[in-house]
Protein backbone atom coordinates (compact mmCIF):
# COMPACT_ATOMS: atom_id res chain seq x y z
CA UNK A 1 0.00 0.00 0.00
CA UNK A 2 1.63 3.29 -0.98
CA UNK A 3 0.73 5.76 1.95
CA UNK A 4 0.46 9.42 0.46
CA UNK A 5 2.07 11.36 3.39
CA UNK A 6 5.23 8.97 3.17
CA UNK A 7 6.58 10.46 0.01
CA UNK A 8 5.43 13.57 -0.37
CA UNK A 9 7.98 16.12 -1.76
CA UNK A 10 7.88 19.83 -0.70
CA UNK A 11 5.22 22.16 -1.51
CA UNK A 12 6.16 25.44 0.53
CA UNK A 13 8.46 26.39 3.50
CA UNK A 14 5.82 27.94 6.27
CA UNK A 15 7.05 31.20 7.69
CA UNK A 16 5.00 30.89 10.84
CA UNK A 17 1.59 30.14 12.66
CA UNK A 18 -1.06 32.05 14.08
CA UNK A 19 -2.62 31.58 17.79
CA UNK A 20 -2.53 29.04 19.89
CA UNK A 21 -5.21 27.69 22.46
CA UNK A 22 -5.27 29.89 25.66
CA UNK A 23 -3.86 26.83 27.60
CA UNK A 24 -0.59 25.39 26.30
CA UNK A 25 1.58 22.46 27.33
CA UNK A 26 4.67 24.85 27.90
CA UNK A 27 1.47 27.02 30.62
CA UNK A 28 1.51 23.56 32.19
CA UNK A 29 2.98 22.54 35.31
CA UNK A 30 6.83 20.78 34.55
CA UNK A 31 6.54 16.99 34.91
CA UNK A 32 10.24 16.38 35.51
CA UNK A 33 12.99 14.81 33.04
CA UNK A 34 10.98 12.31 30.86
CA UNK A 35 12.28 10.50 28.02
CA UNK A 36 9.69 9.40 25.24
CA UNK A 37 10.32 6.65 22.83
CA UNK A 38 8.36 7.68 19.37
CA UNK A 39 7.97 4.70 16.75
CA UNK A 40 7.34 5.93 13.63
CA UNK A 41 7.62 5.03 10.24
CA UNK A 42 9.04 8.56 8.49
CA UNK A 43 12.83 9.36 8.15
CA UNK A 44 14.28 10.95 11.58
CA UNK A 45 14.30 14.43 9.82
CA UNK A 46 10.26 14.46 9.31
CA UNK A 47 9.66 14.53 12.99
CA UNK A 48 12.30 16.81 14.19
CA UNK A 49 11.30 19.85 14.06
CA UNK A 50 8.30 19.33 16.08
CA UNK A 51 10.73 17.23 18.78
CA UNK A 52 12.59 20.08 18.45
CA UNK A 53 9.93 22.58 19.11
CA UNK A 54 7.86 20.33 21.85
CA UNK A 55 11.03 19.83 23.67
CA UNK A 56 11.83 23.77 24.08
CA UNK A 57 7.84 23.63 25.53
CA UNK A 58 7.41 21.29 27.96
CA UNK A 59 10.91 21.43 30.35
CA UNK A 60 11.99 17.81 30.81
CA UNK A 61 11.36 16.17 28.12
CA UNK A 62 13.31 14.39 25.70
CA UNK A 63 11.79 12.20 22.44
CA UNK A 64 13.78 9.33 20.95
CA UNK A 65 13.18 8.19 17.73
CA UNK A 66 12.69 4.66 16.55
CA UNK A 67 12.44 4.96 13.01
CA UNK A 68 11.02 1.81 11.62
CA UNK A 69 10.31 0.96 7.97
CA UNK A 70 6.71 1.35 7.22
CA UNK A 71 6.24 -2.96 6.13
CA UNK A 72 7.58 -3.82 9.78
CA UNK A 73 5.78 -0.66 11.75
CA UNK A 74 2.73 -2.86 12.50
CA UNK A 75 4.86 -6.02 13.39
CA UNK A 76 7.15 -4.25 15.51
CA UNK A 77 5.14 -2.39 17.75
CA UNK A 78 2.23 -5.32 18.46
CA UNK A 79 4.86 -7.42 19.04
CA UNK A 80 6.95 -4.90 21.77
CA UNK A 81 3.29 -4.32 23.47
CA UNK A 82 1.76 -7.78 23.42
CA UNK A 83 5.21 -8.37 25.30
CA UNK A 84 4.35 -5.21 27.74
CA UNK A 85 6.82 -3.47 26.96
CA UNK A 86 6.56 -0.17 29.00
CA UNK A 87 9.41 1.87 26.84
CA UNK A 88 7.50 2.47 23.93
CA UNK A 89 5.18 5.34 24.66
CA UNK A 90 4.22 6.96 21.48
CA UNK A 91 3.76 5.46 17.93
CA UNK A 92 2.02 6.80 14.33
CA UNK A 93 -1.07 4.35 13.76
CA UNK A 94 -3.28 5.05 10.27
CA UNK A 95 -6.88 5.73 11.47
CA UNK A 96 -8.28 2.67 9.99
CA UNK A 97 -6.11 0.42 11.80
CA UNK A 98 -6.80 1.78 15.81
CA UNK A 99 -9.91 -1.09 16.23
CA UNK A 100 -7.64 -3.93 15.69
CA UNK A 101 -4.80 -1.97 18.13
CA UNK A 102 -7.82 -1.32 20.85
CA UNK A 103 -8.95 -4.77 20.29
CA UNK A 104 -5.32 -5.23 21.87
CA UNK A 105 -5.38 -3.16 24.18
CA UNK A 106 -2.75 -1.30 23.09
CA UNK A 107 -3.91 2.35 23.21
CA UNK A 108 -4.65 4.76 25.70
CA UNK A 109 -7.44 7.07 26.14
CA UNK A 110 -6.90 10.36 24.93
CA UNK A 111 -10.30 11.52 25.27
CA UNK A 112 -9.19 14.39 28.05
CA UNK A 113 -8.14 16.16 24.64
CA UNK A 114 -11.26 15.56 22.89
CA UNK A 115 -13.18 19.06 23.25
CA UNK A 116 -9.60 20.92 22.57
CA UNK A 117 -8.98 18.72 19.89
CA UNK A 118 -12.14 19.20 18.55
CA UNK A 119 -11.93 23.27 19.36
CA UNK A 120 -9.15 23.39 17.30
CA UNK A 121 -9.60 20.80 14.45
CA UNK A 122 -10.31 22.20 10.53
CA UNK A 123 -13.32 19.60 10.48
CA UNK A 124 -14.79 17.26 13.96
CA UNK A 125 -14.44 14.12 11.62
CA UNK A 126 -10.97 14.35 11.36
CA UNK A 127 -11.13 13.93 15.62
CA UNK A 128 -13.97 11.39 15.85
CA UNK A 129 -12.15 9.27 13.27
CA UNK A 130 -9.67 8.29 15.87
CA UNK A 131 -12.84 7.21 18.17
CA UNK A 132 -13.62 3.83 19.26
CA UNK A 133 -16.60 2.90 21.12
CA UNK A 134 -16.44 6.43 22.48
CA UNK A 135 -13.24 6.95 23.35
CA UNK A 136 -10.62 9.03 21.62
CA UNK A 137 -7.62 6.86 21.09
CA UNK A 138 -5.28 8.77 18.40
CA UNK A 139 -4.73 12.32 17.20
CA UNK A 140 -4.36 13.04 13.67
CA UNK A 141 -1.49 16.04 12.83
CA UNK A 142 -1.63 15.82 9.20
CA UNK A 143 -4.66 14.87 6.58
CA UNK A 144 -5.19 14.76 2.58
CA UNK A 145 -7.40 15.49 -0.10
CA UNK A 146 -8.13 14.75 -3.75
CA UNK A 147 -9.04 16.76 -6.57
CA UNK A 148 -8.67 16.82 -10.27
CA UNK A 149 -5.64 18.05 -12.03
CA UNK A 150 -5.53 18.62 -15.92
CA UNK A 151 -2.84 20.00 -18.65
CA UNK A 152 -4.24 22.91 -19.55
CA UNK A 153 -2.47 23.13 -23.19
CA UNK A 154 -3.86 19.95 -24.23
CA UNK A 155 -6.95 20.63 -23.34
CA UNK A 156 -7.30 23.61 -25.08
CA UNK A 157 -5.62 22.16 -28.06
CA UNK A 158 -8.38 19.39 -28.13
CA UNK A 159 -11.06 22.11 -27.64
CA UNK A 160 -12.06 20.79 -24.11
CA UNK A 161 -13.99 23.75 -22.01
CA UNK A 162 -11.76 23.12 -18.10
CA UNK A 163 -13.22 21.12 -15.36
CA UNK A 164 -14.60 23.72 -12.66
CA UNK A 165 -12.68 24.03 -9.16
CA UNK A 166 -16.39 25.68 -8.02
CA UNK A 167 -17.72 22.00 -5.77
CA UNK A 168 -21.27 22.44 -7.26
CA UNK A 169 -19.95 22.46 -10.52
CA UNK A 170 -17.78 19.24 -10.78
CA UNK A 171 -17.89 17.21 -13.35
CA UNK A 172 -19.38 13.97 -13.28
CA UNK A 173 -17.25 10.49 -13.59
CA UNK A 174 -18.49 10.38 -17.05
CA UNK A 175 -18.15 13.86 -18.28
CA UNK A 176 -14.08 13.22 -16.90
CA UNK A 177 -14.48 9.50 -18.97
CA UNK A 178 -15.57 11.75 -22.30
CA UNK A 179 -12.86 14.16 -22.25
CA UNK A 180 -10.47 11.68 -22.22
CA UNK A 181 -11.73 10.04 -24.72
CA UNK A 182 -11.23 13.15 -27.19
CA UNK A 183 -7.51 13.14 -25.71
CA UNK A 184 -6.78 10.30 -27.22
CA UNK A 185 -3.79 10.27 -29.57
CA UNK A 186 -2.85 13.46 -28.50
CA UNK A 187 -2.00 12.56 -25.58
CA UNK A 188 0.64 9.55 -24.11
CA UNK A 189 -2.32 9.00 -20.84
CA UNK A 190 -5.42 10.47 -20.87
CA UNK A 191 -6.14 10.00 -16.86
CA UNK A 192 -4.01 8.74 -14.62
CA UNK A 193 -5.17 8.07 -10.94
CA UNK A 194 -2.33 9.13 -8.53
CA UNK A 195 -2.30 5.50 -7.01
CA UNK A 196 -4.05 3.31 -9.30
CA UNK A 197 -5.48 0.19 -7.47
CA UNK A 198 -5.26 1.67 -3.98
CA UNK A 199 -8.16 1.67 -1.50
CA UNK A 200 -7.15 4.89 -0.16
CA UNK A 201 -7.83 6.38 -3.94
CA UNK A 202 -10.79 4.12 -5.11
CA UNK A 203 -12.97 4.09 -1.74
CA UNK A 204 -14.38 6.82 -3.11
CA UNK A 205 -15.61 6.16 -6.25
CA UNK A 206 -17.88 2.96 -4.35
CA UNK A 207 -19.25 5.48 -2.04
CA UNK A 208 -20.29 8.14 -4.69
CA UNK A 209 -21.47 4.89 -6.88
CA UNK A 210 -23.87 3.84 -3.91
CA UNK A 211 -22.10 1.15 -2.77
CA UNK A 212 -20.62 2.46 0.32
CA UNK A 213 -17.17 1.67 1.99
CA UNK A 214 -17.30 -2.44 0.67
CA UNK A 215 -18.43 -3.42 4.23
CA UNK A 216 -21.94 -3.74 5.67
CA UNK A 217 -23.52 -5.42 8.25
CA UNK A 218 -23.86 -3.75 12.08
CA UNK A 219 -20.50 -4.48 12.61
CA UNK A 220 -19.48 -3.42 9.41
CA UNK A 221 -17.76 -6.32 9.24
CA UNK A 222 -19.47 -8.28 6.00
CA UNK A 223 -17.72 -7.52 2.67
CA UNK A 224 -20.03 -6.19 0.21
CA UNK A 225 -17.88 -5.54 -2.83
CA UNK A 226 -20.50 -7.32 -5.02
CA UNK A 227 -23.37 -4.90 -4.40
CA UNK A 228 -24.65 -2.51 -7.32
CA UNK A 229 -22.70 1.03 -6.09
CA UNK A 230 -19.45 -1.25 -5.95
CA UNK A 231 -20.14 -2.98 -9.30
CA UNK A 232 -20.58 0.60 -11.13
CA UNK A 233 -17.44 1.87 -10.01
CA UNK A 234 -15.58 -1.08 -10.36
CA UNK A 235 -17.17 -1.45 -13.96
CA UNK A 236 -16.38 2.18 -14.74
CA UNK A 237 -12.84 1.55 -13.35
CA UNK A 238 -12.08 -1.45 -15.63
CA UNK A 239 -13.74 0.66 -18.28
CA UNK A 240 -10.68 3.21 -18.50
CA UNK A 241 -8.16 0.94 -18.87
CA UNK A 242 -9.89 -1.51 -21.47
CA UNK A 243 -10.33 1.72 -23.75
CA UNK A 244 -7.00 2.84 -23.30
CA UNK A 245 -7.64 5.83 -21.64
CA UNK A 246 -5.73 4.61 -17.94
CA UNK A 247 -2.35 2.70 -18.56
CA UNK A 248 -2.31 -1.23 -17.03
CA UNK A 249 1.43 -1.07 -16.87
CA UNK A 250 2.12 2.39 -14.75
CA UNK A 251 3.82 1.77 -11.16
CA UNK A 252 2.38 4.36 -8.95
CA UNK A 253 5.78 5.72 -8.10
CA UNK A 254 5.58 6.81 -11.79
CA UNK A 255 2.03 8.94 -11.83
CA UNK A 256 2.92 11.83 -10.63
CA UNK A 257 6.18 12.32 -12.62
CA UNK A 258 4.47 11.34 -15.83
CA UNK A 259 1.65 14.37 -14.98
CA UNK A 260 4.07 16.64 -14.26
CA UNK A 261 6.22 15.97 -17.28
CA UNK A 262 3.21 16.41 -19.56
CA UNK A 263 2.35 13.20 -20.73
CA UNK A 264 -1.04 12.53 -19.23
CA UNK A 265 -4.22 15.17 -19.72
CA UNK A 266 -5.63 14.59 -16.20
CA UNK A 267 -4.43 12.61 -13.20
CA UNK A 268 -6.80 12.39 -9.82
CA UNK A 269 -4.24 13.30 -6.89
CA UNK A 270 -3.71 14.97 -3.91
CA UNK A 271 -2.18 18.40 -2.93
CA UNK A 272 1.18 16.86 -3.77
CA UNK A 273 0.93 17.42 -6.99
CA UNK A 274 0.79 21.09 -7.07
CA UNK A 275 4.69 21.28 -6.43
CA UNK A 276 5.37 18.72 -9.27
CA UNK A 277 3.71 20.86 -11.41
CA UNK A 278 5.23 24.22 -10.93
CA UNK A 279 8.85 22.64 -10.27
CA UNK A 280 8.45 21.52 -14.38
CA UNK A 281 6.90 24.95 -15.24
CA UNK A 282 3.12 22.78 -16.57
CA UNK A 283 0.52 24.79 -17.88
CA UNK A 284 -2.16 23.31 -15.05
CA UNK A 285 -5.21 23.45 -13.35
CA UNK A 286 -7.19 21.98 -10.37
CA UNK A 287 -10.57 21.50 -9.98
CA UNK A 288 -13.21 19.62 -7.99
CA UNK A 289 -12.87 15.65 -7.79
CA UNK A 290 -15.90 14.44 -9.97
CA UNK A 291 -18.63 12.43 -8.77
CA UNK A 292 -21.13 9.60 -10.30
CA UNK A 293 -24.68 11.27 -11.67
CA UNK A 294 -27.21 11.12 -9.06
CA UNK A 295 -24.48 10.27 -6.25
CA UNK A 296 -22.78 12.02 -3.39
CA UNK A 297 -19.59 13.69 -3.73
CA UNK A 298 -16.73 11.77 -1.71
CA UNK A 299 -13.13 12.33 -1.80
CA UNK A 300 -10.15 10.96 -0.31
CA UNK A 301 -8.64 11.76 3.05
CA UNK A 302 -6.65 10.81 6.56
CA UNK A 303 -2.63 10.39 7.22
CA UNK A 304 -1.38 9.14 10.08
CA UNK A 305 -2.24 9.68 13.39
CA UNK A 306 -0.62 9.63 17.05
CA UNK A 307 -1.42 7.51 19.85
CA UNK A 308 -0.06 6.77 23.55
CA UNK A 309 0.54 3.18 24.52
CA UNK A 310 -1.50 1.82 27.05
CA UNK A 311 2.03 0.08 28.38
CA UNK A 312 3.76 3.05 29.31
CA UNK A 313 4.86 4.48 32.60
CA UNK A 314 5.10 7.71 30.93
CA UNK A 315 1.36 8.91 29.69
CA UNK A 316 1.33 11.93 31.26
CA UNK A 317 4.21 13.36 29.66
CA UNK A 318 3.27 11.82 26.14
CA UNK A 319 -0.37 13.01 26.17
CA UNK A 320 1.60 16.49 26.63
CA UNK A 321 3.62 15.69 24.13
CA UNK A 322 0.81 14.78 21.60
CA UNK A 323 -1.27 18.13 22.59
CA UNK A 324 1.77 20.35 21.39
CA UNK A 325 2.16 18.57 18.32
CA UNK A 326 -1.09 18.55 17.43
CA UNK A 327 -3.43 20.81 19.32
CA UNK A 328 -1.72 24.30 18.98
CA UNK A 329 -0.79 26.16 16.22
CA UNK A 330 3.29 26.05 16.39
CA UNK A 331 3.62 22.74 17.24
CA UNK A 332 1.53 21.55 14.46
CA UNK A 333 2.93 23.88 11.55
CA UNK A 334 6.11 22.58 13.12
CA UNK A 335 5.34 18.50 12.42
CA UNK A 336 4.86 19.89 8.77
CA UNK A 337 7.83 21.29 8.29
CA UNK A 338 9.82 18.64 6.41
CA UNK A 339 6.69 16.36 5.17
CA UNK A 340 4.50 19.12 3.62
CA UNK A 341 1.66 17.85 3.86
CA UNK A 342 -2.20 19.13 4.89
CA UNK A 343 -1.78 20.07 9.25
CA UNK A 344 -5.33 19.39 10.97
CA UNK A 345 -4.87 22.26 13.51
CA UNK A 346 -7.23 25.40 12.51
CA UNK A 347 -4.84 28.13 12.36
CA UNK A 348 -1.65 25.91 11.30
CA UNK A 349 -4.02 24.98 8.47
CA UNK A 350 -4.86 28.34 7.79
CA UNK A 351 -1.65 29.46 7.10
CA UNK A 352 -0.69 26.43 5.00
CA UNK A 353 -3.67 26.69 2.67
CA UNK A 354 -2.84 30.07 2.15
CA UNK A 355 0.92 29.88 0.84
CA UNK A 356 -0.36 26.54 -0.68
CA UNK A 357 -3.04 28.40 -2.86
CA UNK A 358 -0.30 30.98 -3.66
CA UNK A 359 2.26 28.54 -4.97
CA UNK A 360 1.24 27.55 -8.08
CA UNK A 361 -0.28 31.32 -9.26
CA UNK A 362 -2.94 31.50 -11.11
CA UNK A 363 -3.36 27.82 -11.87
CA UNK A 364 -4.26 27.10 -8.01
CA UNK A 365 -6.53 30.15 -7.52
CA UNK A 366 -9.40 29.38 -4.96
CA UNK A 367 -7.73 26.17 -4.15
CA UNK A 368 -7.68 26.88 -0.53
CA UNK A 369 -11.32 27.18 -0.40
CA UNK A 370 -12.08 23.90 -1.94
CA UNK A 371 -10.45 22.15 -0.28
CA UNK A 372 -11.66 23.31 2.79
CA UNK A 373 -14.74 22.34 1.33
CA UNK A 374 -13.46 19.03 0.56
CA UNK A 375 -12.37 18.55 4.04
CA UNK A 376 -15.15 19.44 5.54
CA UNK A 377 -18.03 18.15 3.29
CA UNK A 378 -17.01 15.07 1.09
CA UNK A 379 -13.88 13.21 2.90
CA UNK A 380 -14.35 9.67 3.52
CA UNK A 381 -12.69 8.18 5.92
CA UNK A 382 -11.51 4.34 5.61
CA UNK A 383 -13.21 2.01 8.12
CA UNK A 384 -11.84 0.95 11.23
CA UNK A 385 -12.67 -2.19 11.86
CA UNK A 386 -11.26 -5.69 12.89
CA UNK A 387 -8.81 -7.04 10.32
CA UNK A 388 -8.56 -4.03 8.85
CA UNK A 389 -5.31 -4.90 7.12
CA UNK A 390 -6.82 -7.79 5.85
CA UNK A 391 -9.87 -6.13 4.23
CA UNK A 392 -7.45 -3.25 2.23
CA UNK A 393 -4.64 -6.21 1.03
CA UNK A 394 -8.15 -8.11 -0.36
CA UNK A 395 -9.69 -5.25 -1.69
CA UNK A 396 -6.44 -3.99 -3.69
CA UNK A 397 -5.79 -7.29 -5.42
CA UNK A 398 -9.63 -7.20 -6.44
CA UNK A 399 -9.01 -3.64 -7.66
CA UNK A 400 -5.70 -4.58 -9.60
CA UNK A 401 -7.36 -7.79 -11.59
CA UNK A 402 -9.90 -5.63 -12.23
CA UNK A 403 -7.96 -2.91 -14.06
CA UNK A 404 -6.00 -6.04 -15.70
CA UNK A 405 -9.01 -7.18 -17.28
CA UNK A 406 -10.94 -9.73 -14.60
CA UNK A 407 -14.91 -9.49 -14.76
CA UNK A 408 -16.08 -7.33 -12.24
CA UNK A 409 -19.31 -9.10 -10.86
CA UNK A 410 -16.82 -12.13 -10.38
CA UNK A 411 -14.35 -11.35 -9.29
CA UNK A 412 -15.72 -9.03 -6.49
CA UNK A 413 -17.99 -12.09 -5.65
CA UNK A 414 -14.03 -13.90 -5.38
CA UNK A 415 -12.86 -10.99 -2.89
CA UNK A 416 -16.00 -10.84 -0.75
CA UNK A 417 -15.60 -14.88 -0.14
CA UNK A 418 -11.88 -13.97 0.32
CA UNK A 419 -12.56 -11.80 3.16
CA UNK A 420 -15.52 -13.20 4.95
CA UNK A 421 -12.86 -16.24 5.68
CA UNK A 422 -10.46 -14.46 6.92
CA UNK A 423 -12.91 -12.24 9.24
CA UNK A 424 -14.18 -15.14 10.39
CA UNK A 425 -10.69 -16.74 11.32
CA UNK A 426 -10.36 -13.50 13.37
CA UNK A 427 -13.24 -14.16 15.30
Known sequence: MKLPWLTLPAVLVLAGCQSAPATTPAQQPAAGPVTLTFANADPAATWKPVIDHCQKQLPGLTVKQLNIPYPQLTSTITQRLTQGNAELDVFTVVPAWIRDYANRGFLADLSELKPQAIANAVSPDMVTANEIDGKLLGISPWTTSQFLYYNADVLRKAGIEPPSADPARRWTWQQLRDASARLKGSVQYPLLFDQFDSYYQLQPLGVSAGGGNGLTGDKQ?????????????????????????????ITNDKTNALFAGGKAGFIVSGPWTVSNAVKTKLAFGVAAAPVFEGGKPATSTDSWAMAVSAKSAKQAMAKRFLECANLTAAGNTASIKIAQITPTQKDAYKAFATQFEASGGAATKGLSALMETELRTTAVHRPPVTGYTVFESEAEKLFADVRNGSNPAGRAKKADETIARQFARLG
Open 221 to 249: DKPDFANPGWQKALTFYSGLFTDGLSPRG
